[in-house]
């Protein structure tokens, strides 16, 4: 692998922010393909800023450098970010969907995209054993620390689920994970897979603005939305079954609420 220029990203990224802010959208994509060169990897994210301003098709997903990138270096501060700023709510949200439908104690859960915990921590006692899979390391390490889950791998998730022969689960939550996913094939099937017969899959997305034809889309502060109908069909190709699918407001952006649903689905026996 060829080392990167960090002065020379560094420079061509600030350029292309710079550009964006500026509105200059042209020269902001060019400069976003100038940061892609350096940075094939894309730590950055720079593929998803240009899907972000309307150009070119929505990358299959946000980039793994990126993510991990984006992760490890909020780490530290995560929980007071979106909890107390941002109002991130969805575990909880989690919790009361299915105790209110009844659903459940579960014996082993899969915390996909587990973050520093929020979501084992809100179900912890409903579940007997809890794994957690993150693709930051500093992030898992947090995890660790609460002492919330039995096992943590440190993974991409579409690998782990791909790769994975531990004993099935009978419950799977991937919450704040699809804003980072566009295709969702991959993260259902591979969860299907890992899944015993009957099992529940619980998932929070965003929503495509009214009117938007696409399946999915890069929204303008560069998370994946997805439209209802995609989830439905992707859910029902893959063997799932709906349960019910909630309207939530997953988080505040710049003061103003991000509609999204929050998803149950049973895997088909």
Do not use: W
């Not at 439908?101 to 921590?121: A, N, W």
């Not at 809890?130 to 096992?151: C, F, P, Q, W």
């Amino acid at each position: 692998m060829k080392k990167i220029d960090e002065d020379a990203l560094a420079e061509a990224y600030n350029r292309a922010l710079a550009l964006e802010k500026a509105g200059d959208i042209d020269a902001a994509v060019k400069a976003y393909e100038d940061v892609l060169a350096i940075d094939p990897e894309d730590h950055g994210g720079a593929a998803v800023r240009i899907a972000s301003m309307g150009r070119g098709e929505a990358p299959p997903k946000a980039p793994d450098a990126y993510v991990e990138t984006l992760f490890d270096q909020h780490a530290a501060s995560f929980e007071d970010i979106l909890v107390e700023q941002l109002g991130y709510a969805v575990p909880v949200m989690v919790r009361q969907r299915l105790q209110a439908l009844e659903l459940g104690p579960f014996k082993r859960m899969l915390d996909l995209g587990c973050g520093t915990g929020l979501t084992g921590g809100a179900l912890r006692d409903m579940v007997e054993d809890i794994t957690g899979i993150d693709i930051s390391e500093n992030m898992v390490e947090l995890a660790h620390e609460k002492d919330v889950y039995e096992t943590l791998y440190v993974a991409e998730l579409e690998d782990f689920l791909e790769d994975n022969d531990d004993e099935p689960f009978d419950l799977v939550t991937a919450t704040d994970v699809l804003p980072y996913l566009g295709a969702l094939e991959p993260l259902f099937f591979g969860a299907a897979e890992n899944m015993v017969p009957g099992g529940i899959l619980v998932f929070s997305s965003e929503s495509v603005i009214e009117g938007e034809k696409r399946a999915f889309m890069v929204g303008p502060h560069q998370r994946f939305q997805h439209s209802q109908d995609y989830l439905r069909q992707r859910l029902a190709d893959t063997g799932f079954e709906i349960v019910e699918v909630s309207d939530i407001n997953v988080r505040m952006q710049e003061g103003q609420p991000s509609p999204g649903h929050l998803v149950i689905a049973r895997r088909k026996s």
